[in-house]
């Protein structure tokens, strides 16, 4: 992948790097001066130290000894390796002994410390110079003050016979001392932004290939291939995160577009009969004999029918609200138990209707749980009705039974029947999708809407519903999570 520099700087990471490189070489150069200015002050300080020390050493020579002893002691001094500057000179400025041969006008003119660097020029550099250029010839004009004579800071004072003396110390020291630490420091910089540079170019490349990638498969996506998923390194670096939530989120909207289709397919599929039903009934009534009760029967058909497809409606409504997490319902604490007490009161007459025995397991202690009391009513109905349908249908004594049951952590209602039962798994992982009705239950009535109405309050209620086989027949069990006591 050819990648240019003004691709890499239109990426927010690579322009925050830029910034962070920028803020960090003007932090570094800051700092190479203020740490070479203050090398240079602490070295100041310590020359002119060690010059008042010299200089009272001096003094306690020349006032026991005098004169001569002062010559003296500078004339050993300067003549040690790495001496400080000496200079004995004349009340008008001739230099009489020590180790500067010239030195800058105007400088022993003055008294005490020089208020600013001098020149000068050690004693013999003169003639060597002189020699050197007779050696190679250069005619070049060149003085004593030039190029080659050195910087200092000195203590003069005059003795009592106006004889000037000068203590200093040759400023080079600090000077190459500074020069190390300031090109140590730009070198240190320069070898930094080097690598942040090429850091910043490799990973900005790799993080731009990254990024082509995700959009290239984003394209594919929103061209309507859902199957696309965003590329993975295995890595586990933030882009690895990010695509492994997006992959579980189109994932989800895969399975979402899928039930939609499914859920429309079935809609124009199950409801396509009873409003067929509608229209045919109100024809044969406008076609037959235009009697009141004639009328009144079609009127009255059409109603109940209506009534079905807006209670199917409905059912789809509230299931897409649970789903959703939308529902209004209040939580409030449940007795399961009374829950169950109520159902099976309730649904007494229809299962002797149906000649089915419907059996409530005996249970006086409560079973609390915190949910909704309309929502676990309406879907224990759904099953119960559906247990009452398909056992009526099966062999051997019709019978349905109802209990409730406690776990660790939950509280299970069961519905067991001795119908024909789910044998097949699938078929019992289908049973609770909208519309879904299994071959064997197209003679019963119903819009195959309870079980998903089941499953989804279920969901609601951060529970589950599961479809068990039983020995005949179907066990239905709607675990409920059980309320931790505070």
């Not at 925050?16 to 490189?21: C, D, H, I």
């Not at 070479?36 to 060690?50: E, F, P």
Request: aromatic share 4%.
């Amino acid at each position: 992948m050819s990648l240019r520099l003004p691709a890499i700087m239109r990426t927010t990471a690579a322009r925050l790097s830029a910034l962070y490189l920028i803020l960090f070489a003007i932090c570094a150069v800051l700092l190479v001066f203020y740490m070479t200015s203050l090398s240079a002050r602490m070295l100041a300080g310590q020359t002119m130290d060690t010059i008042n020390e010299e200089v009272l050493g001096l003094d306690r020579f020349y006032r026991r000894g005098g004169l001569p002893a002062l010559v003296r002691t500078i004339e050993q001094r300067s003549r040690q390796p790495g001496a400080n500057l000496y200079l004995v000179a004349d009340p008008n400025g001739r230099i009489l002994t020590g180790n500067v041969e010239s030195i800058e006008p105007g400088v022993l003119a003055t008294q005490g410390w020089t208020t600013n660097s001098f020149a000068y020029q050690r004693y013999g550099e003169g003639t060597e110079r002189r020699r050197a250029d007779e050696e190679t010839a250069q005619d070049e004009a060149q003085t004593p003050s030039g190029e080659h004579r050195h910087a200092a800071i000195a203590l003069v004072w005059r003795l009592p016979n106006q004889m000037i003396v000068l203590v200093g110390r040759d400023l080079g020291e600090p000077e190459r001392f500074r020069s190390v630490v300031r090109q140590s420091l730009m070198l240190s910089l320069g070898m930094m932004a080097l690598g942040g540079l090429l850091i910043w170019y490799f990973v900005g490349r790799r993080a731009l290939k990254r990024i082509d990638d995700v959009s290239q498969a984003g394209r594919r996506i929103m061209g309507g291939d859902l199957t696309g998923r965003l590329p993975i390194t295995g890595a586990g670096d933030e882009f690895d995160r990010l695509s492994e939530n997006l992959n579980v989120m189109l994932t989800r909207i895969a399975a979402l577009n899928e039930g939609l289709k499914q859920v429309s397919d079935n809609i124009a599929h199950d409801l396509k009969t009873p409003l067929t039903r509608l229209r045919n009934r109100a024809e044969a009534a406008l076609a037959g004999n235009p009697e009141t009760k004639d009328y009144r029967e079609a009127l009255e058909g059409t109603i109940a029918e209506s009534d079905r497809l807006i209670k199917v409606f409905n059912a789809i409504l509230m299931i897409s609200r649970l789903e959703a997490g939308q529902s209004s319902e209040s939580l409030t604490p449940v007795d399961l138990s009374a829950a169950v007490r109520d159902v099976v009161e309730l649904y007494e007459p229809v299962a002797e209707e149906e000649g089915v025995a419907l059996d409530a397991a005996a249970d006086t202690s409560p079973s609390t749980i915190l949910g909704n009391r309309e929502l676990i009513g309406q879907a224990l109905s759904n099953v119960v009705d559906n247990a009452i349908k398909y056992s009526a249908g099966g062999s051997g004594k019709p019978a349905v039974r109802v209990s409730v049951e406690r776990a660790a952590d939950e509280i299970r209602l069961r519905v067991e029947d001795n119908g024909p039962g789910i044998p097949d798994e699938h078929d019992r992982e289908r049973a609770t999708e909208r519309f879904v009705r299994l071959e064997q239950s197209r003679s019963q009535p119903g819009s195959g809407l309870g079980l998903s109405l089941a499953k989804a309050v279920m969901k609601f209620h951060g529970g589950r519903l599961d479809l068990l086989p039983g020995s005949p027949g179907l066990t239905v069990v709607m675990a409920f999570p059980q309320v931790r006591e505070q």
